[in-house]
């Protein structure tokens, strides 16, 4: 059975180390995943394991927010550096989010 996470990691960077079933760890933060490294976390990963921190990415879905609604996003600036393969470079970007006074 195909782990769903694993699938999921290929060109992202994790942003915690992650472990086998037996607490070993297979990867370390900050490491971008290949096919390779994905394939290993699918065989040996925890099948309990729900979910993986990644680096925030830009996906390719679209979404109209209009401006009735956008207090419920953090926007982040488009000028923003970006990997080939989307992923956020910086661990901090300027972003606006609303806030209730």
């Given at each position: 059975?195909?782990?769903?996470?694993?699938?999921?990691?290929?060109?992202?960077?994790?942003?915690?180390?992650?472990?086998?079933?037996?607490?070993?760890?297979?990867?370390?933060?900050?490491t971008?995943?290949?096919?390779?490294?994905?394939a290993?976390?699918?065989?040996?990963?925890?099948?309990?394991?729900?979910?993986?921190?990644?680096?925030?990415?830009?996906?390719?879905?679209?979404?109209?927010?209009?401006?009735?609604?956008?207090?419920?996003?953090?926007?982040?600036?488009?000028?923003?550096?970006?990997?080939?393969?989307?992923?956020?470079?910086?661990?901090?970007?300027?972003?606006?989010?609303?806030?209730?006074?």
């Amino acid at each position: 059975m195909v782990h769903p996470i694993a699938k999921q990691l290929v060109h992202r960077y994790l942003e915690q180390d992650v472990t086998d079933a037996h607490g070993v760890v297979i990867a370390v933060e900050d490491t971008l995943v290949d096919e390779a490294l994905a394939a290993t976390i699918e065989k040996t990963i925890n099948p309990d394991t729900k979910f993986i921190k990644v680096r925030p990415f830009v996906s390719h879905e679209v979404e109209y927010i209009s401006p009735e609604q956008d207090h419920k996003y953090t926007i982040v600036d488009g000028s923003v550096p970006l990997d080939e393969h989307m992923n956020l470079m910086a661990k901090r970007v300027p972003a606006r989010q609303y806030m209730e006074v």
